[in-house]
């Protein structure tokens, strides 16, 4: 069994409300080392077996047509996680 | 363009480099347009002046080719029509006095193309739009209703946008605490590439609290406030609302706007703040071509000019260029002018809700609208140049040659072909008609929308109108319906618009509210093809003749041009805003009936009106005429129906409109799970048709009421006195849980029910 | 829809005709907090308002809590619920005197409704959490509830196992919180409010609304608050039949915390 990571952000030049209002809230509690905030989505898909070349083709293929919304997000990382043990 | 050709353009530039390249024509101008820029200028305008004029100068923002027609909603105005009307076309929206020192602003706006490309947040953007325009007068907003247009139920894109679509709405009108309180869905393959999002807000203020857009007073501070400018929808304006969609130029997809409700509901809450304490002298909304708009606007409506700091405004991508500034479609965006003894307390309600703000500019006795970047001026323009005289154009248009063919394919559905029912048919037929997509149960949508919130919500769907109480002491309140029929529309433009018309007004009189203001949504094709500019030039004189007829003003509303896919025109699509006022908003009159016993009325006769009917729809036919209309009854009707509201002699009303009778009271009895014994004998014959046209065709004029046996002879006395036909034709049945059809056929509640209600459910989940 | 009641059972609705029935409820002061994106606390301020008490509206960023009895947190979508549902929220300087007020020895009522359950949530104030309903579609409906716990400041009207309905309305509404969380809710008799009448967003054990151990402290997800005023209210009620838009099942909730505190 593998997992891979998909993360998906808004794109630089979209507004990101969520991570506005986390950016504003940060100082509030003391924590005023960050200029900015942006808030992502990430989605762990597993599968059975190992992650080979053509899983994460796949996955890719997932994170663009289904994970993901081109018109205002960007795939940032499609990705096998380390082997846990 | 470079940026640094951008940056470098000022007007000393733009005056000795005369033979510089522009891109005018991928702006959206045509060369007459960019020749009359140069003319108007006396030189040739800098990239920033460009990016004004262009998006200033779009179909969108200037309505260039619907003007002339649009004319005549000013034209054809009575007395009668000016007597509550506070303020007019022109303005973000129009006002109207409901009484008591209240008054109410409404105005219905669409976003169309861009729910297209991005389904949720062109919705979600459409509805913080006209929001915004309802603020700008100074109103509170009390509601929301979203007309919405899909293709094809079954198509694969359409799950796609519907789910989009109706999120964006309810994310974005929820989160900012507005009832959704009505609206229409239609699927319909025409709006397959080109789905209608029609957005309607309504707001309240008391009279002396309208604001208008105007920046005037030499010395007062302009002041853009709520979000930071980044790069959504640059062009969206000009370029998503004026082109269709073709396959071939993908690359023209334009940043989409995304919305952000948690910073409009906020802007509401502190220009409300605002207005209260008098803070403002003149406030508008940024929507369409963003500081362009907004500068041009208030600048020409006020008394001076203005000059502006394009350095001063916040920015979220410092990478814009000046030109990119002027036409961002950033949202949730205000530009208010304020007495420099004011500023200080600006800018304390602007820390109490934390609202970014930044002082940009003031204004001047110049009569020029100057705008400064890094020291440069990069515009000197007359601000009524840009804003009010673009260009007009008188397109041509013409009947077009296939109408008469259209007109003479009447339907003429035969027993043979199961297209007309008779006998024990008629039960499954009305089943098939309650279950399809157009008449089947729209609660999948609308519980996706607070209809709750702020606790002054009346009635709301599926009821004929939605009422929200505007005064908590008196109940003073106002009704609110939307309407259109695009299959009419597309049979007979002037009558389809009038039938628009005639429906939204009889569905706010059936809630039981007196009719008085009316905003359009004029949702129509390529006004360069003469074909579509006909339905266009038809639609609107129908439409105008119409509210000449029953005395209520078109106050505002917005023309979409260029819904099409391909060279393929949607049915033109004239939607109605309708609002009415109630005296005592408890007095509104429910859509279906409840108390056993009483009688069932029909109101109105039928004729054979079948052509570009529900069932006729169902069976894949449009063609022929549609319903006649008559202006003068529905008066005599409406007046009726409020009449026996206010009074006292009516429980529940609905008017008969799409699906024709059998539709109404099936509606009526699913209303609140309460049968009815009907008798369509007498009727039929008096009217001169069989059972089948009764329960099927769409005649105007009519509509069903049940009646209190106390009050029965008070109701037909009435309809006696105004010489209105009316007929009992039935017995609410509280026991039998059926719609029975005496001797006829009868239809089970829950049978009905389930028909109705599961047709949404399964195609969207 | 909710199952009948007996006549014995069914609850006096207050009969907003005559005077409150106690003039003291007058007296008690109800704060209702507004947070940015908070969008029903006008409905809360008039639910207070008609079940005879007076409202006093809170700001979130005040420090004061102006001496009230009991503090509402309404519903809505504060800081536009991004992040988390009331994570943000819950960091307000008011969330602080409030916590430190519901926590004291007088136990201060304190109502959390929809958004306002998610605060006391976040401020861990209650157990649990809330995620997006099971469907993932915001749903707005008139929705049965069972009064499991008639004990506590907001529910002292109602009679154990009563049935009423008031309007839902929220996106993230499915209630959940680990086993060894849900036992000790139902062993403490803490589950205030169950579904009736069918689940609406998969909330476990059908959890509605909950209370602290104290009973001084109730969240629940459906809006009391939209069923209080004939013609503005429900189109159902637990006690039968009722006119369009005529059910007030949820004025009770609020008639129940003045009568706790004239007590």
Redesign the interface.
């Known amino acids: 069994m593998a997992r891979i990571v998909v993360d998906v952000m ?1 794109k630089p ?5 969520q991570g ?2 986390i950016a ?1 809230e940060l100082p509030r509690i003391g924590l005023s080392s960050f200029t900015e905030v942006r808030q992502g989505r990430r989605f762990e898909l597993t599968v059975d077996g190992e992650a080979t070349e053509q899983v994460l083709a796949q996955a890719r293929e997932a994170a663009e047509k289904l994970l993901s ?1 081109p ?2 997000e960007d795939v940032v990382n499609v990705s096998a996680l380390p082997e846990e043990h | 363009m470079s940026e640094t050709h951008f940056n470098l353009d000022t007007i000393e530039h733009a005056a000795a480099t005369p033979d510089t390249e522009l891109p005018w024509a991928e702006l959206g101008l045509n060369e007459t347009e960019f020749e009359r820029i140069k003319e108007i200028l006396g030189r040739r305008p800098t990239a920033a002046e460009l990016a004004m004029y262009s998006v200033m100068w779009s179909e969108h923002c200037s309505y260039k080719s619907s003007k002339v027609h649009l004319r005549q909603f000013g034209e054809k105005v009575t007395d009668e029509m000016r007597r509550n009307l506070m303020v007019g076309i022109g303005e973000n929206a129009g006002v109207t006095d409901i009484g008591d020192g209240w008054a109410v602003t409404f105005k219905i706006e669409s976003h169309n193309h861009p729910s297209y ?2 389904p949720y ?1 062109g919705a979600a953007t459409g509805v913080g739009g006209i929001v915004r325009d309802i603020i700008s007068m100074g109103a509170r907003p009390v509601a929301v209703m979203d007309p919405l247009r899909f293709g094809a139920i079954d198509h694969p894109d359409t799950q796609r946008v519907v789910h989009g679509i109706v ?1 964006g709405v ?2 974005y009108g ?4 507005l009832p959704n309180i009505g609206g229409e869905v239609e699927f319909d393959p025409c709006y397959q590439g080109n789905p209608l999002v029609n957005a309607l807000a309504v707001g309240v203020m008391r009279h002396e609290d309208i604001r208008l857009a105007t920046a005037s007073g030499t010395g007062n501070r302009v002041v853009l406030f709520g ?1 930071r400018t ?3 929808g640059i062009g969206g304006a000009s370029v998503l609302a004026s082109e269709s969609f073709d396959d071939s130029k993908p690359s023209k ?1 334009p ?9 409009e ?2 802007l509401i809450e502190c220009c409300l703040e605002l207005f209260k304490s008098s803070l403002v002298e003149g406030i508008q909304d940024l929507g369409a071509a963003g500081i362009s708009c907004a500068t041009s606007e208030l600048a020409s409506n006020g008394d001076g000019g203005m000059r502006v700091n394009l350095d001063d405004v916040l920015l ?2 410092p990478s814009l260029t000046p030109g990119e500034i002027l036409m961002s479609e ?2 949730e965006r205000m530009m208010a002018v304020v007495t420099p003894e004011k500023a200080a307390a600006f800018e304390a309600v602007m820390a ?3 609202v970014e703000y930044s002082w940009i500019g003031e204004v001047t006795d110049t009569g020029r609208l100057v705008i400064d970047h890094h020291g440069e001026v990069i515009v000197d323009v007359d601000p009524r140049t840009v804003a009010h005289d673009g260009p007009v154009y008188e397109r041509p248009y013409a009947r077009p040659e296939s109408q008469d063919a259209l007109q003479e394919a009447h339907f003429t559905g035969s027993p043979e072909d199961a297209a007309r029912p008779s006998g024990a048919e008629l039960g499954p037929a009305l089943l098939e008609l309650m279950g399809s997509p157009n008449l089947c149960s729209k609660e999948w949508v ?14 709301a769907m599926p009821d004929d109108a939605g009422v929200v ?1 505007v005064d ?1 002491r008196s109940n003073l309140g106002v009704a609110l319906s939307t309407d259109s029929n695009g299959r009419y529309t597309r049979l007979d433009p002037y009558r389809g618009a009038q039938l628009a018309l005639a429906q939204a007004y009889r569905n706010v009189a059936t809630a039981g509210a007196r009719p008085v203001a009316v905003s359009d949504c004029l949702n129509f094709g390529s006004p360069e093809d003469p074909d579509v500019m006909w339905q266009f030039a038809e639609a609107v004189r129908g439409l105008a003749d119409g509210c000449q007829a029953i005395g209520v003003p078109v106050t505002g509303g917005n023309v979409s041009l260029y819904n099409q896919t391909g060279g393929v025109a949607i049915n033109p699509t004239p939607v109605v805003a309708m609002m009415g006022v109630f005296d005592d ?2 007095r509104r009159t ?1 859509s279906g009936w ?1 108390e056993d016993g009483q009688a069932v009325y029909l109101l109105g006769e039928t004729a054979a009106e079948l052509d570009g009917s529900e069932w006729a729809r169902l069976r894949g036919h449009l063609g022929g005429t549609p319903p006649r209309v008559d202006l003068d009854r529905e008066r005599v009707l409406a007046d009726m129906l409020v009449n026996m509201s206010r009074d006292g002699m009516i429980d529940a009303a609905h008017d008969v409109a799409e699906g024709g009778l059998g539709a109404t009271l099936a509606e009526m009895a699913l209303r ?1 799970g309460v049968g009815a014994r009907i008798g369509l004998g007498e009727v039929a014959e008096r009217d001169g048709v069989d059972l089948f046209t009764l329960l099927f065709s769409e005649t105007q004029g009519r509509a069903v009421a049940s009646v209190p046996r106390s009050e029965e002879v008070r109701f037909r006395d009435m309809c006696t006195v105004r010489n209105y036909p009316f007929a009992r034709i039935g017995v609410v049945d509280a026991e039998s849980g059926s719609l029975d059809f005496q001797g006829e056929f009868a239809v089970g509640l829950d049978e009905l029910r389930d028909a109705h209600e599961s047709t949404l459910p399964r195609h969207f ?1 | 829809m909710a199952q009948h009641l007996t006549a014995e059972q069914t609850p006096l609705v207050a009969d907003l005709s005559q005077p409150a029935p106690d003039s003291r409820l007058a007296d008690v002061r109800v704060g209702v907090v507004t947070f ?2 908070t ?2 606390d ?2 809360a301020a ?1 639910a207070v308002e008609i079940a005879g008490g007076t409202a006093v509206p809170l700001w979130y ?1 005040d420090t004061d809590l102006q001496g009230v009895d009991a503090v509402i947190l309404p519903g ?2 504060s ?4 992040l988390r549902a009331g994570a943000i929220a819950r960091f307000a300087p008011l969330m602080d005197r409030i916590v430190d007020a519901a926590s004291a020895d007088g136990g201060m009522p304190v109502l959390g409704i929809c958004n306002g359950f998610q605060v006391l949530t976040e401020a861990h104030l209650l157990p649990g959490s809330m995620i997006k309903n099971e ?1 993932l ?5 008139d929705q049965g509830l069972r009064v499991e716990n008639a004990d506590t400041a907001w529910t002292g009207r109602f009679a154990q196992g009563q049935e009423i309905v008031v ?1 839902l ?1 929220n ?1 993230d509404g499915q209630y959940v919180a680990d086993r060894r969380a849900l036992d000790e809710l139902e062993a403490e008799h803490r589950v205030v409010f169950r579904y009736a009448g069918g689940n609406p967003n998969g909330s476990r054990n059908d959890i509605a609304g909950i209370t602290n151990a104290r009973g001084n402290v109730v969240g629940l997800m459906p ?1 009391p ?2 069923a209080v ?4 209210g429900a189109d159902l009620s637990g006690s039968g ?1 009722v ?3 005529e059910g007030t099942d949820g004025l009770d909730v609020f008639v129940s915390v003045l009568e706790h505190l004239t007590r």
């Open positions: 808004p030049e979209i507004l990101d409300p506005k209002a504003n919304n018109v205002i | 490309v991005e947040q999120a309810g994310g929820n989160s900012l605490g979000a980044g790069g959504d997809r940043a989409v706007q995304v919305g952000d409700p948690f910073a509901k906020v979220r991508d950033s949202q109490k809700w934390d609308t519980s996706q929308y607070d209809r709750y919130v702020q606790g002054n919500t009346a009635m109480r908590e908003v408890t429910p409840r609140f989940g | 940015p994106g969008l029903d006008r409905d008039r960023a809505g979508f800081y536009g619920d991004y469907r579609k915001f749903l707005c409906r309007p309305k996106q809006h608050e939209h005023e004939p013609g503005f039949a006119g369009m838009r």
